[in-house]
């Protein structure tokens, strides 16, 4: 198993970056597709990136509402993946999920998430 804890969020204006952090724990994230999803309110969760290092050699994947904005990246000696956003809009205000994706047993693990407001 896979435990996911996020952090990061807050509250920014509009325009403004932001850092999420996802520390992994039971097992490397070098062996997980990872991906960063969000829900708002009275919206369904969706994808906002992914980032994987096991079907396809190493490829990124990206929501188009936050292509050119949002960044993903890992670091395997902290097992720990990121999620840099920048010029951040209202529209992105959710809570952002940690998602981990194995491969092998065909399951995924999900982290409590972290909270993003963008507002002036």
């Known amino acids: 198993q896979v435990q996911l804890v996020e952090s990061g969020g807050g509250l920014v204006q509009p325009g403004g970056s932001l850092r999420l952090s996802c520390a992994a724990s039971?097992?490397?994230?070098?062996?997980?597709?990872m991906g960063w999803y969000r829900q708002a309110p009275g919206k369904e969760r969706e994808l906002v990136a992914t980032s994987n290092s096991i079907t396809s050699g190493f490829s990124t994947n990206y929501a188009d509402s936050v292509k050119g904005r949002f960044t993903i990246s890992r670091d395997n000696a902290v097992n720990t993946v990121y999620l840099q956003m920048n010029s951040l809009k209202p529209e992105d205000t959710a809570v952002y999920y940690c998602?981990?994706?194995?491969?092998?047993?065909?399951?995924?693990?999900w982290g409590k998430g972290t909270l993003v407001t963008v507002s002036s």
């Open positions: 998602n981990a994706y194995s491969v092998l047993l065909s399951m995924g693990y």
């Open positions: 039971g097992s490397r994230i070098n062996i997980h597709i």
